[in-house]
Structures are given as structure tokens and as C-alpha cells.
């Protein structure tokens, strides 16, 4: 599926799992965690430098350039967290390096490891967010499922594919992406303070 559409079907699951609160200041905080499930929504591409995760993380980065850049930074933070002992700093560039050099959707970042690694990560360091990077991460690999099929069982070969679209379809741009847009839209309107 395309970035906006993961980002959007992350962002509609997110609203229903963690319905917005009616308290304004919770509020923020609720935007903040869904800032975060959007992120997640599409960091599981970012085994592909060149679609919308990459250009997150490598904005200024051409697209051509960025599987370079990619191995770059990686080598870098594992080179930093080596020195200085940061174990989640040499994860996250053993994450970008494999990143740069794996293959596109054929990846553990498309497989349930990359979603338990990333969680873990995210359990140990800002438990605040698992829900937001849970929900966001597994939205990516479920839409990624019905679409170009995911390697399920990485390390293992495997595929699942439930051939229910595809990837810039119709349904991916228009029923997907804005079926969710109303959906997260419902679910604000339903705050009090509206
Ligand atoms: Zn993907």
C-alpha cells in the first residue's frame, strides 16, 4: 500500500483502539501518541529508503541517494553506540544499515520480528508509546498482507498474501485512504468539546 494510505489507516486504527479524550489537555497528549502511530504507520518501508519513511527519517536526502545515505548513517550508529555503549543506538543502525542493503517488502521490517524488535525498543525505552507504535506498525503489515504479501515467517521463507488489492488501486487511494480519514474524523466529532 502507498505512505499516505498506511499513515491514514494507522491514524483511523489508533482513533478506535484509543477513542480522543474530552479533556483538552489529555488531548494533546492523545495527538502526540497519534503523531507517533503515524510514524510507526510507516516505518516498516523504511526497508526501502526511497517511499515516505525514508524521506521522515532523510528529508533533505534525494531519493537516489538515500540507500547510500542509509547505510551511512547506519554504520555511523553503530560505530557511535559502540564507543559509547548504547545498545539502542547500535540497534537502530544495525536497523538502518539492513535497511539500506535488504530487499523491499522481503525484510524482517515487514515480518511480525520487526514488529515484536520494534516494540521491545519501544517497551524498554518510552513504554508510553506501545500502543501508538503497536497499533501503527501492525496496520502497515496487515494492509501490506492484502496488497504485495509479507514475508510472515522471516527468517523462514514464507509468504501470506490476501490477494484483496493492490498497491495505488483504487482501493488503496480512494476507499482505504479516506474510508479511514472519515473514521478518525467520526471519532474527534464524537469529543464533547466539539
Ligand atoms: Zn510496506
Request: glycine share 8%; aromatic share 14%.
Amino acid at each position: 500500500m502507498m505512505g499516505k494510505t498506511h499513515i491514514a489507516v494507522g491514524a483511523a486504527a489508533f482513533s478506535v483502539v484509543t477513542p480522543p479524550p474530552t479533556d483538552i489537555k489529555d488531548f494533546l497528549f492523545w495527538g502526540g501518541q497519534l503523531i507517533v502511530t503515524m510514524i510507526a504507520s510507516v516505518a516498516a518501508d523504511i526497508d526501502d529508503p526511497r517511499t515516505t519513511a525514508g524521506k521522515i527519517i532523510l528529508p533533505f536526502v534525494p531519493r537516489w541517494l538515500r540507500p547510500t545515505a542509509f547505510s551511512i548513517l547506519g554504520m555511523l550508529l553503530i560505530w557511535h553506540g559502540f564507543q559509547h555503549s548504547i545498545p539502542w543506538v547500535m540497534a537502530c543502525g544495525f536497523f538502518f544499515f539492513g535497511a539500506a542493503i535488504s530487499k523491499h517488502r522481503n525484510s524482517p521490517t515487514h515480518s511480525p520480528v520487526g514488529l515484536f524488535f520494534l516494540c521491545l525498543l519501544t517497551y524498554l525505552y518510552l513504554p508510553i508509546m506501545l500502543i501508538p507504535v503497536f497499533t501503527g506498525y501492525l496496520t502497515h503489515l496487515i494492509t501490506d498482507a492484502i496488497t504485495e504479501g509479507i514475508p510472515i515467517m522471516w527468517p523462514f521463507p514464507g509468504w501470506l498474501r490476501i490477494p484483496i488489492t493492490e498497491t495505488n488501486s483504487f482501493m488503496d487511494r480512494v476507499v482505504f485512504r479516506f474510508g479511514s480519514i472519515i473514521v478518525l474524523g467520526y471519532q474527534v466529532l464524537q469529543m464533547s468539546f466539539f
